[in-house]
Structures are given as C-alpha cells and as structure tokens.
C-alpha cells in the first residue's frame, strides 16, 4: 500500500511559476512508475508529466512540453512537477499517482493504482 500527499499548489498569475511536491509513504515506492494528472472543472482527468521508477524514461502531455518538468528523489520518496510559463488553462487539481506495474510508463488513468488527494492549481490571467 502507497500513500501520497500532494502539496505546493496555489495561485499564481500568468507566466509564473509552481513547483508541486507527492510525498510517498511505503518502501516500495522506489519501485513504482509515478505520474502527475489533472483535473479542471468539467474535464475529465488528464495525463501531465510520468516518470519511470528509475528516472530514466520522461513522457509528457504536449500541451506542456517544454514548461513543466517531472523529477522525483527516492531517498526521499518524493516526486515533484515543476511548472513554468503557467498559462490559465493550466488551472485544474493536480494528482499525483502510483503505478505498481514493472512495465513502462503509461498515460491512461486505469493503469496507476494510488492517488493523492490532490492540489488546487489555480492561474489568473
């Protein structure tokens, strides 16, 4: 069982900044394929950012490549999603979510297993 706690969300006007932070509970986070989701108001979930268990494959949705950038730190069971140049479309809810499948990184909802509660994005114009 993986627990995770998101935090680091807020306002921030267009053009600034962000940088969200999942705290992992569990020895066997190490090991698990982390992604970053977001949800705005009347859409549905979507992929942002996924990080393999070793951090050496990245996959990102397009409407953010080249802003945000995934990294995690497993000595501190930690994943993290820095976001730069953030737009308005980019307010929403960002999760934070585990796949404990050993296979490659994936962007589809059903293939990760737990989720954090979430933190409000929210960027004025």
């Known amino acids: 069982q993986v627990q995770l706690v998101e935090s680091g969300g807020g306002l921030v006007q267009a053009g600034g900044s962000l940088r969200l932070s999942c705290a992992a509970s569990g020895r066997t986070f190490n090991y698990y394929n982390m992604g970053w989701f977001r949800q705005a108001p009347g859409k549905e979930r979507e992929f942002v950012a996924g990080?393999?268990?070793?951090?050496?494959?990245?996959d990102y949705a397009d409407s953010v490549k080249g802003r945000f950038t995934i990294s995690r730190d497993n000595a501190k069971n930690t994943v993290y999603l820095q976001m730069n140049t953030l737009k308005p479309e980019d307010t929403a809810v960002y999760y934070c979510?585990?796949?404990?499948?050993?296979?490659?990184?994936?962007?589809?909802?059903?293939?990760?297993?737990?989720w954090g509660q979430g933190t409000q994005v929210t960027v004025s114009s």
């Open positions: 990080i393999s268990w070793r951090g050496d494959s990245i």
């Open positions: 979510a585990a796949d404990r499948r050993y296979s490659g990184l994936s962007q589809q909802l059903a293939e990760y297993d737990y």
